[in-house]
């Protein structure tokens, strides 16, 4: 890649910030610097380094997902930080004169700036910058679903706002677009601004408590529902969502973009020997992504803690898959969840993208390997393999067990045909039903101890 590339990209689109008030989208240059003897891991940046090259195109991808065109990228090699500007006067003055060619009016930088370095930058270049946090929060404001992520997207907004307010800047820029960074100015003073985004860091806080009180006590209830759940992980854009479509057969958004998902998808799934399993479709992980930002999304992460299954999706093609994979592993060891586990399985997706001689290599090498599966999502190569093996792997959550539903509760029968599954049927000559059903060891004992309590209750 020459260090300057202004090959143009292209995006659909969008709603929010990756448009102009004309409707067309706006034109971005995107920048990765490449600090000299760059650390392997940061406490932000876990797992293996990346090579300069590799994070550019990861950056544009980001880009991309919020509807920019892409004007220009570049790497832009760097000795050590600059504490005003991060980049040396001269490479400033360079992109400065890239911009103006290129009609650009947003800057992404790959790399954490300060608020002094961002508002610098913004000063010298004529044009919005948003940085490596900024850009992942934008993806994050136009991608939240459910009522939770849009509160911890907006909550994540507020405080990453909050570090950007410095003494030399005089108004806050409010009204973005929602959770978005790229709307116009606004006219409140930096001490006000201070009090107004505490009081709404506050109310969002205390929102939040009270939608997690309630997603807890849903949680709850679905615990009752005796189905193990099968939750999906892995990189952006590994092709969860489209497995997931495949799985269930769910109309859920598997757009070819980073962080299509933001918020857990739940649907039931059948397997061949007639079991079932709910399925959770969760956000991807991916590289240099802030802690606190994973934490504002731990409502997706706590699908798979409390999962009795975890398929780990792998891009076969990507050429980073490893160093992807070794993200995702770490994370999920963070969550107490190691490979290891005989409760995960490596699933190998988009053989179809391979060449032949990949393709065979891979084949090979997971052999009758247990636990692993190569697959195609979106040709449906490999999803029998892949169906039978959580079938195995989940057959342990599992009791058969056989209950006798009186007359008097024959609703309880229609119940277990919802939630469990039904192994058998007799109708007693009493008017009784006697269900053979097959659920999770914890649902069955509930429903026992109900069936005792109203027992007790009618004697």
Known sequence: MTEFDTTPGTAKQGRFGGVDRRGKPTRAIVIAPDISRRPAATPDAQGPSRTADERLSEAVGLALAIDLEIAAQFVVPLAKPVPATLLGSGKVDEIAGVIAAEKAGLVVVDHALTPVQQRNLEKAWNAKVLDRTGLILEIFGRRARTKEGTLQVELAHLNYQRGRLVRSWTHLERQRGGAGFMGGPGETQIEADRRILRDKIKRLENELDQVRRTRTLHRS???????????LVGYTNAGKSTLFNRLTGADVMAENMLFATLDPTLRRVGLPG???????DTVGFISDLPTHLVAAFRATLEEVEEADLVIHVHDAADPQAGAQAEDVRTVLADMGVTPDDDHVIEAHNKIDALGPAERDALVRRLGDTEGEVA???LTGEGMDALKALIERKIAGALVTRRFVVPAANYEDVAWLYDHAIVRDRDDLDS???????????????????RQQQRERQAG
């Open 221 to 231: 209830k679905r615990q009752k529902v005796p189905l193990p759940v099968v939750a």
């Open 375 to 377: 697959l195609s999502a």
């Open 274 to 280: 007639g079991t079932e399993a709910i399925l959770s």
């Open 431 to 449: 008017g009784a039903v006697a269900v053979t059903v097959q659920m999770t060891r914890e649902a069955a004992d509930g429903y026992a101890r």
